[in-house]
């Protein structure tokens, strides 16, 4: 598994403060993405012990809310082994941590694999240039979900984790991209 950064202190991707994973690798190629660099899997750094090592260290930090999984897009075929495994060990070790993933998958496609099972919050689907709008909270484009996975799974549909806009707030940098 191959990745482009580590961010910490992300306020951006997810509720409270978070690290983000941005990892290398996407087939959805969508027009007007804000990150085609990464759609490459070959491209970036090898995730090795190092990397992870970082990752859990900020992860420690009492302030920080949890994880999010990014890119590029965590589920594809070179990523999804390894975040999987990835979400299962931070879910056991840091259970007062949530984990958001960002993927271009929608929820329908995906909502069988091993990974749900750790995620708190999944934003689904590709971006769509035509339905782009700044405003919208924690995704970029109207047609994506921000789905509470586990009531989700729960209820056998999907369950959004909030509402597509926030009164007083401006999510214009919002760098979803997934
Ligand atoms: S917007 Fe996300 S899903 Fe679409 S090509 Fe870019 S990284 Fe992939």
Redesign the pocket.
């Known amino acids: 598994m191959r990745y482009h950064n580590i961010t910490k202190d992300d306020m951006l991707n997810g509720d409270g403060l978070r690290v983000v994973l941005w990892l290398a690798g996407?087939?959805?190629?969508?027009p007007?993405?804000?990150?085609?660099v990464?759609?490459n899997a070959e491209g970036g750094l090898f995730f090795d012990e190092e990397a992870k090592a970082e990752l859990l260290e900020i992860l420690e930090r009492d302030y920080i809310s949890g994880i999010t999984f990014s890119?590029?897009?965590p589920l594809h075929p070179a990523n999804i082994r390894e975040v999987t495994a990835l979400a299962a060990e931070i879910k056991a070790k840091y259970p007062g941590k949530t984990i958001w993933l960002?993927?271009?998958e929608v929820w329908e496609n995906i909502c069988k694999e091993e990974i749900v099972q750790y995620l708190d919050v999944l934003v689904d689907g590709?971006?769509a240039e035509e339905k782009k709008n700044v405003k919208l909270l924690w995704k970029?484009s109207s047609n994506q979900r921000v789905v509470d996975v586990q009531a989700s799974l729960k209820e056998n549909r999907v369950i959004l984790h909030c509402e597509d806009y926030e009164e007083g707030e401006n999510h214009a940098q919002n760098s979803e991209?997934?």
């Open positions: 996407c087939e959805h190629h969508c007007g993405c804000h990150n085609p990464t759609w890119g590029g897009d960002y993927t271009g590709p971006f970029g991209i997934s």
